[in-house]
């Protein structure tokens, strides 16, 4: 029998405005938003938290407290769930996402894994927005992986392009970290696009045996790259962070309707779905 897919929810992202798009801000659209990816398999929930000051909930925060708050409200929503922490931010100062791990201690932490210029065009060849640097040093990340070991945080790298896949078996392999695990970033106009040749070449180079998944960013052309990382034994995840669509090119009333078409793509390769429990136990997580 295939291994069960472990499901991950992307529960909101950021800079994303709620005013235009349905995403949760407060803790308590955060444990609605979370229970309906539960109900539909979500075993882990990747979270971001915005700024809980009227009118800007499209802005990030790393208020610990609020931080505090949105995680105990999941936890409470979704008994058993695994959070997978955001780290990212721009720029050298990182002690507001090392505060939210030191109060969250989260099973899971993302860890951006290389430097990646953040650059969108649009059809007049003008700028999306002004080209900028998301920075990730190796220096940056050696402060986060110490962050994340000091409080038993599992580190996700993420990976935007093949040579940021390829770096992580370096780090392992220098002792920054002790093993490897991955998350694909597909759709970012200048990293790799969502692209099953590029997914497979991904799974190549990444250390033997180590558990990853795919986020894919875009429309309705992500579900079939959906279901060959599927195929290819990863786990899974989505989320209103990745997307709004659905595979039919409708767009998702809320997370809960994203999950489902992800389980769907599980399922019709053969998988089941893990539990948190089960999921726990494949990823070697502690309890």
Known sequence: MSQKA??????????????????????????V???????????I??????????GMGMMPTWDSSVAAEIAAAIRAACPGVILNQTTGIVGADVAGPVACLRTLKPEIAACNAGSLNYLKIKEDGSWA???????????????????????????????????I????????????????????????????????EALALCVKYARPGAAWQATLI??????????????????LRTGLEDTFYL????????????MAALAACAR????????????????????
């Open 247 to 258: 595979p039919d090119g409708t767009r998702a009333e809320h997370n809960g309707a994203l």
């Open 129 to 163: 927005w002004p080209p900028m640097l998301f920075d990730n040093p190796v220096s940056k990340i050696k402060t986060m992986l110490e962050a994340m070991a000091a409080v038993g945080s599992r580190p996700e790298f993420e990976c935007f392009d093949l040579g």
């Open 218 to 235: 875009g429309r309705a052309e992500i579900w079939p790259v959906h279901r060959r990382a599927a195929e290819l034994g990863g786990m």
């Open 45 to 54: 929930m990747h979270v971001h938290f915005r700024d809980q000051s009227p």
């Open 268 to 287: 019709a390769v053969g998988r089941d779905i893990a539990t948190p429990a089960e999921a726990r136990t494949m990823l070697g997580l502690t309890t």
């Open 165 to 196: 896949v390829r770096s992580v078996d370096m780090y392992v392999r220098n002792g920054m970290v002790s093993s490897a695990q991955y998350n694909f970033v597909m759709g970012v106009a200048s990293g790799m696009p969502v692209d099953e």
């Open 33 to 43: 938003a979370a229970r309906q990816a539960f109900d539909e398999g979500a075993a």
């Open 6 to 31: 472990i499901l991950t929810c992307a529960l909101n992202g950021v800079l994303t405005n709620p005013a235009q798009h349905k995403v949760p801000v407060t803790p308590e659209e955060m444990a």
